[in-house]
């Protein structure tokens, strides 16, 4: 009697057009911020960027050093390391609790997390300087929406569905 062997390959999910968009978000996020974030290190006076200090009055920064770090850490580092981390998708077991408590891969979490500290970093932004330049109005508005936006993809049932993980019985 001839015995038949099945073999069962895993199937491969193609990456949905959300992903893409969603990792562009935060690749454009991450240059940003870097960039912004190098700026204020390298000059903490804000000149580079022409930022007046008298923004800072109010806050408990004597200069936009600070602020510049965590903008380059949190806003510009966290943001590039999730665009890699969504596209390689890496099982790590430390972050298999996330995953059973969510039910999608940890970077997707990860994702989410970008977009609310964007979110909450251009609130605290606003609560501490005002609005007290056009300019700097349009620049919270805008990169206040790509938080939002951030958020939005990232809950879009085609990017979900590519990174959820199979329940187990």
């Not at 690749?27 to 974030?37: C, E």
């Not at 077991?93 to 996330?98: E, K, N, P, V």
């Not at 005002?130 to 938080?147: F, K, N």
């Amino acid at each position: 009697m001839k015995e038949v062997t099945m073999k069962i390959q895993p199937v491969r999910q193609t990456r949905p057009f959300t992903v893409y968009v969603l990792m562009f978000l935060l690749l454009f996020l991450g240059i940003s911020a870097i960039y912004g974030g190098y700026n204020l290190i390298a000059d903490p006076s804000g000149n580079r960027l022409q930022l007046p200090r008298g923004w800072l009055e109010l806050t408990p920064f004597p200069n936009y050093f600070i602020p510049g770090l965590i903008l380059f850490s949190v806003l510009g580092v966290f943001p590039l390391v999730v665009t890699v981390l969504l596209y390689f998708k890496p099982h790590w077991s430390i972050m298999r609790g996330l995953e059973h408590l969510t039910h999608e891969h940890w970077s997707w979490f990860a994702s989410l997390t970008a977009g609310l500290a964007l979110i909450i970093w251009i609130t605290v932004q606003f609560l501490m300087f005002g609005a007290r330049h056009p300019v700097q109005i349009e620049l919270e508005l805008t990169l206040g929406t790509l938080g939002i936006i951030i958020i939005a993809v990232s809950l879009l049932p085609s990017v979900r569905h590519y990174y959820e993980i199979p329940k187990t019985l």
